[in-house]
């Protein structure tokens, strides 16, 4: 069973909005629509208007089911930024009643939240949204009595614009996974986006939202290329035992006494074009995108997991800080290197491996 938002021929996606059904075969190629759609119509509200109504996802909770949406309530202007709740009536899924606003946005200046994931992660709760800007998270409590989530702790999924739109499910080992939609490719091309690689979501001990790239990609590592430690002072190292336009990467830099300390992927063979990973101790700089990112606790060290697939980069930093980028290389470039500014940085550990197509 899939649910979607469906805007009426020539309707105003502002204004009239409605949240649909279809129930699939076991192919999942045949589907049918139930004859009562929309299984949710904007009247549910009673006297309260939703805008921008859109874009459901399913939760259970202790044998109940729930549904969210994205909206707001004052046409855009900001401060009323909205993720509403709803109770399903029935095991069939096809009746439902409003249970109220879950989370109201605390930034005036969000206008509307868009694809909202909710769900639970060890004793907290997580919500996922994307408020027309860098896709942020939030993770707190469910008073699923008063349809009301508290946020307790926020940041950013992804600090990229070019991350967006993301969307989980639980897979058979019981993993929160996640996917996002990655945009920002040149126009004119006729289509926009592809998927980021899965990531493994969770919780530590402290509420902060972890991710990791999904364990089974390492089904697609090719044979290992590593280098030893490195030290580097005022250089640039070139690893021509690494090269290619589909790697992963791991690597623990240690600034030291260095300004900054930079891995460059997709280099040409004179250097003149590269994109640059670097670190500074506090920020982490991904092809001209800033994330705070300190040093790993109890170490001066910073823990990289770098892919390279083609036009897209997605780097993790400590398991917990991501940013994803569309670059424009050339098929050329296929270098790499490292390099340390203005001091002595070491290179701890620096593993690659080839990353062969899924397809």
Excluded at 124 to 130: D, N, P
Excluded at 292 to 306: F, H, T, W
């Amino acid at each position: 069973m899939i649910f979607y938002t469906s805007i009426g021929r020539g309707k105003s996606a502002t204004d009239y909005a409605e949240q649909w059904a279809a129930i699939g075969d076991n192919d999942l190629y045949t589907w049918s629509r139930p004859t009562n759609n929309p299984v949710l119509h904007e009247h549910v509200h009673g006297d309260t208007k939703v805008y921008d109504w859109r874009d459901p996802f399913l939760f259970e909770h202790e044998g109940r089911h729930f549904l969210v949406t994205g909206g707001n309530l004052n046409r855009g202007r900001g401060g009323a930024a909205v993720v509403t709740l709803y109770e399903a009536d029935g095991t069939n899924l096809l009746s439902w009643r409003y249970r109220g606003v879950l989370f109201t946005h605390p930034d005036p200046k969000v206008t509307n939240i868009e694809c909202p994931n909710f769900f639970k992660l060890r004793d907290r709760w997580v919500l996922i949204i994307s408020p027309h800007r860098e896709v942020e998270y939030f993770v707190g409590r469910f008073d699923a009595e008063a349809g009301r989530f508290t946020s307790e702790r926020d940041g950013r999924l992804d600090h990229s614009g070019h991350f967006y739109a993301p969307n989980s499910l639980v897979d058979p080992e019981g993993r929160r996974v996640l996917w996002g939609w990655v945009r920002g490719f040149p126009d004119g091309l006729g289509w926009n986006g592809c998927l980021t690689l899965p990531r493994v979501l969770a919780l530590n001990d402290r509420g902060e939202l972890l991710q990791e790239s999904l364990p089974a990609l390492t089904r697609l590592r090719g044979a290992a290329l590593t280098r030893d430690r490195l030290t580097l002072t005022n250089a640039t190292n070139v690893l021509d035992s690494i090269q290619g336009d589909a790697l992963e990467i791991e690597t623990h830099l240690d600034r030291g006494t260095a300004r900054d300390v930079t891995l460059w992927v997709r280099r040409s063979t004179n250097g003149d074009q590269a994109v640059p990973v670097s670190w500074d101790g506090s920020r982490l700089t991904v092809d001209g995108i800033a994330a705070p990112v300190p040093a790993a606790e109890g170490s001066r060290a910073l823990k990289l997991r770098v892919f390279v697939d083609k036009s897209v980069l997605e780097v993790y930093a400590h398991d917990r800080i991501c940013l994803t980028r569309v670059l424009k290389s050339r098929p050329e470039d296929v270098g790499v290197a490292v390099g340390a500014r203005e001091g002595t940085a070491t290179v701890e550990l620096l593993r690659a491996w080839p990353m062969r197509s899924i397809w």
